[in-house]
């Protein structure tokens, strides 16, 4: 009975982490695209992780189309949050299947340029640049400290 409870705590607690780490990586995508802006729209990606149709499609059966002209509804905002972890999952998986290690550079670069690129080895200065510093958010987040843009340290 003792080993049962410590399991399933033991399971609780790993799937909260993993949680908590698709949501450090999540908010470091979303600071580097947008500053967290839900609303953003280029013409070619939307919302805060400025998601392309192509992701979109892939992961949702939500028209590109609605999303694009209500992304202050709540609906589109949830299914936002719904793409782009199925997104980061998506990334992993691939990275996995091809025996690379999935971690926050890793999804960063992928993120950025694509599996496909990463996998070639094509990395562009600004990849690199956008990787590194997701992962350095990432971390941060993780730790639960983040430097505002005057250096000062805020506790989360």
């Known amino acids: 009975m ?3 409870i410590l399991l399933a705590i033991t ?3 790993s799937v909260a982490s993993l949680n908590a780490s698709m949501d450090s990586m999540l908010r470091a995508i979303s600071s580097i695209e947008s500053g967290h802006n839900k ?3 280029n013409g070619v990606a939307i919302t805060q992780y ?3 149709r192509v992701v979109w499609e892939q992961h949702s059966k939500m028209r590109w189309s609605y999303a694009k002209a209500h992304l202050d509804w709540k609906d589109v905002q949830d299914e936002t949050e719904r793409v782009a972890r199925a997104h980061v999952r998506w990334i992993a ?3 996995d299947a091809n025996g690379k290690t999935a971690n926050p550079f890793t999804i960063a670069m992928c993120w950025r340029g694509g599996v496909t690129y990463y996998l070639k080895g094509e990395f562009s ?3 690199v640049d956008y990787a590194n510093r997701a992962a350095n958010l990432y971390f941060r987040f993780e730790e ?3 430097t505002n843009i005057n250096g000062f340290c ?3």
């Open 154 to 156: 805020m506790n989360l």
């Open 125 to 127: 200065a600004d990849r």
């Open 39 to 41: 609303l953003s729209n």
């Open 93 to 95: 998986e691939r990275l």
């Open 2 to 4: 003792k080993k049962t």
């Open 144 to 146: 639960g400290f983040v």
């Open 50 to 52: 400025q998601i392309t």
């Open 11 to 13: 399971l609780l607690l």
